[in-house]
């Protein structure tokens, strides 16, 4: 008899517990060493990021809701208390995780940058459930320490551990668009979590100012689209001189109107209209009407706007281009030269990342184009269709940079995308293809009842999306996946270079 996915679930959430934990706290480790069973060390520290685990924590707490065992929801409960507890700044109210900050599981102390969110998308309402008053005031802090102008919401990426002063109640003018200001970093990555923990604020306290800073922010980057073809960029401010421009040859090279606001490159594809529009749905599912109408109207004009502009349906890619329409090739840029080098231009193929993405869109909006661009991009990943999402001729080789679904998230991504569209649909066998493409993938995936991260070797985290997407499909095969934890296609990592800098500064 072959066993069940959540029993695959069981055995990797269980592996997680024994390879991962340390004597004397609920916090675990980042990830293993798959050879030694080590856990994963930087500077002799084994780091303890709980940005970087918050799929771990969704799956623990849908396997609890599925199975209705509580263990697991005490598991989350106890772990989830410790890293919120252990890991906040009492001055600032901001945690120590993210992308330049993390925790020493051994030292139990902080392992102290800057704090930096880049689509993290943290499970709130879960950190809400263990710790609500911690969990506001951080979503507080967080706008706090980024937002340098609140009259325009201009932000940076980088915050900083120390007080602040309340500015949500300020008056938000906005402003002509792109700004042009040479240190503030207006991206998208971050602008979407802070969009996502604005309205998740609203929705545990009723706080009316931290929905209006979200949706004000929203509208930054609504405002920055081009007129004509309503394609937006990653930010909406820019520098001078326009380290984008000095990348391009001729004729964009002397162009005034290509600068960061203006390039829509492959990150640009793959974040605003694949991660964030993701969350906007999500978000959008957390409000009700009208208080949802801009998350709507946004994730429509965007996705048209690209699938119009950027999709290629013959190559079933996604291609470059500015945002007045224009594609763009790797050709028309030089390599070591400013900030937009041949590598961000290349091609999107199909993936999972924006399958999901157009599935989502459909199942939320109901818009017929988005249910047209989700079944060209199953087809470009090679499957005969929704209901048998496998290849005819077997799975491409991982060298392959153009594969039929990437490691890792991208194939959970692909799961998740399917169930989108079997809600949408009500079709039962897109169900099925769903749960025959997760057995199909499970070996890639599986080592020694861990499922590991990317491939099979090597240091994997315990971040794998993977078992949240099994978990969804038992669900849904049992009626519905309505009381799981929302999939977000987060992106998180560690990156010690702030960390460094300051010990440097210190010696």
């Known amino acids: 008899m072959s066993r069940s996915l959540t029993d695959h679930v069981i055995a990797h959430v269980d592996r997680v517990e024994s390879a991962c934990s340390t004597d004397g706290t609920p916090l675990l480790a980042d990830g293993l060493d798959l050879a030694s069973g080590k856990q994963l060390r930087w500077s002799e520290q084994v780091t303890a990021n709980f940005a970087c685990q918050q799929n771990h924590l969704r799956t623990l707490g849908a ?56 689509c993290v998308y943290p499970h709130y309402a879960y950190l809400h459930r263990v710790r609500p008053d911690l969990t506001a005031r951080f979503i507080e802090a967080c706008w706090h320490a980024h937002i340098w102008d609140w009259q325009t919401l201009l932000f940076n990426r980088h915050g900083i551990y120390e007080p602040w002063e309340p500015g949500w109640h300020q008056p938000f003018s906005g ?52 007129p ?80 119009e502009h950027s999709y290629d349906t013959d190559q079933h890619a996604f291609i470059p281009c500015l945002n007045d329409g224009t594609r763009l090739d790797p050709s028309d840029s030089n390599e070591g030269v400013g900030y937009c080098p041949p590598s961000k231009l290349k091609k999107v193929p199909a993936d999972g990342l924006m399958f999901l993405s157009y599935a989502r869109a459909y199942r939320v909006t109901r818009e017929a184009r988005f249910l047209d661009v989700a079944r060209s991009l199953a087809d470009g990943m090679g499957w005969p269709s929704l209901e048998k999402p496998l290849r005819e001729d077997g799975p491409a080789s991982p060298a392959d940079p153009h594969r039929w679904v990437n490691t890792g998230q991208n194939d959970a991504a692909a799961l998740f995308g399917l169930l989108d569209l079997h809600d949408a649909t009500g079709e039962p066998a897109i169900l099925d293809g769903a749960a025959t493409l997760a057995r199909h993938i499970l070996p890639n995936y599986e080592v020694d009842g861990f499922l590991v991260s990317d491939h099979p070797e090597g240091e994997t985290s315990i971040d794998s999306a993977l078992p949240l997407a099994l978990l969804h499909i038992e669900a849904a095969s049992q009626g519905s996946r309505d009381a799981l934890p929302t999939f977000y296609p987060n992106n998180t990592y560690f990156d010690p270079k702030i960390v460094i800098r300051k010990r440097k500064e210190a010696e």
Request: with cysteine; net charge negative; charged share 20%.
């Open 63 to 118: 396997l609890s809701s599925l199975t209705g065992d509580t263990r697991y929801h005490e598991r989350a409960d106890a772990w989830t208390a410790a890293a919120l507890d252990r890991s906040v700044d009492a001055t600032s109210g901001l945690l120590y995780w993210g992308g330049h900050s993390s925790y020493d599981l051994q030292a139990d102390e902080p392992i102290v940058g800057n704090h930096e969110m880049k």
């Open 175 to 226: 402003g002509p668009l792109p700004i042009v200001e040479n240190t503030a970093l207006s991206f998208i990555n971050t602008g979407s979590d802070l969009i996502l923990s604005g309205v998740l604020h609203h929705s545990f306290t009723g706080a009316p100012h931290s929905l209006a800073a979200a949706m004000n922010l929203l509208s930054r980057y609504d405002q920055v689209r081009h």
């Open 228 to 307: 004509q073809t309503g394609l937006g960029a990653y930010q909406f401010n820019h520098r001078d001189p326009c380290r984008v421009r000095a990348s391009f040859k001729a004729p964009y090279d002397t162009r005034e109107d290509v600068n960061e606001t203006t390039v829509v490159t492959d990150g640009v594809i793959k974040t605003r209209y694949g991660r964030a529009a993701v969350t906007f749905a999500n978000a959008l599912g957390v409000l009700g009407e009208p208080e949802s109408h801009p998350l709507r109207d946004f994730i429509v004009r965007d996705l048209t706007a690209l699938a």
